[in-house]
C-alpha cells in the first residue's frame, strides 16, 4: 500500500507541476487541470494530517507513561502506608502484651492508652480512606481525558479514509478520462 501510496504521490506531483508550467506559460487550464491542481493541494493536506496524526501518536505515548508512573507512585504510596500500618498494628500488639503484663492497679491507665490508639487508628484510616477516593478520582479523569482522545482519533481516521476514497476516485476518474 506504501508503493502505491508513493507512486500516486509522485504522479500528482509531475502532473501539478505541468500544471504549473501552463499557468507560467500563461497557457488556458482545462478543467482536468483545475482538478489536477486541487487533488494538489488534498495531497499536501493529507500529508499535514499524517504529520498530526504522528504528533498525537506521540503524545499519547507520553501520556501514556505519564500514567505508567503516576500508577507506580500510587503503588508505591500504598506499599508505604502498608508498611506503616503494618508497623502501627506491631506496636499496638506489642503495647497489648505489655498491657497485659502489668499490675490490676494500672488498669485505668491502659485504658486511657488503647482509647488513644483506637482514635490514631481511625485517623490513619479516615486519611487511608481520602487518599484512595482521591487517586479514584484522578484515575478517573485522566480515564476520560484518554477516552476523548480516542473519539478525536477516529474521528481523524474516519475523515482519512473518506478521503482516502474520494482520492480513488479521482484517480480512477483521471485514469478512464481520455
Avoid: F
Amino acid at each position: 500500500m506504501g508503493d502505491v501510496s508513493s507512486i500516486a504521490y509522485d504522479a500528482v506531483k509531475m502532473a501539478v507541476e505541468h500544471v504549473l508550467s501552463k499557468i507560467r506559460e500563461g497557457k488556458k487550464l482545462s478543467t482536468e487541470d483545475v482538478l489536477v491542481l486541487y487533488l494538489g493541494t488534498i495531497v499536501g493536506d493529507l500529508k499535514e494530517i499524517r504529520t498530526d496524526i504522528a504528533r498525537l501518536d506521540h503524545r499519547i505515548d507520553e501520556t501514556n507513561k505519564r500514567i505508567d508512573q503516576t500508577n507506580q507512585r500510587i503503588d508505591d504510596i500504598a506499599k508505604t502506608l502498608s508498611a506503616r500500618i503494618d508497623e502501627t498494628n506491631k506496636r499496638i500488639d506489642e503495647t497489648s502484651q505489655r498491657i497485659d503484663d502489668v499490675v490490676k492497679s494500672l488498669s485505668t491507665r491502659i485504658d486511657e492508652v488503647a482509647k488513644s490508639l483506637s482514635t490514631r487508628i481511625d485517623e490513619t484510616n479516615k486519611r487511608i480512606d481520602e487518599l484512595a477516593r482521591s487517586l479514584s478520582a484522578r484515575i478517573d479523569e485522566t480515564n476520560k481525558r484518554i477516552d476523548e482522545l480516542v473519539k478525536r482519533i477516529d474521528a481523524v481516521q474516519a475523515t482519512l479514509l473518506e478521503i482516502q476514497k474520494l482520492l480513488l476516485e479521482l484517480v480512477k476518474t483521471w485514469q478512464s478520462a481520455p
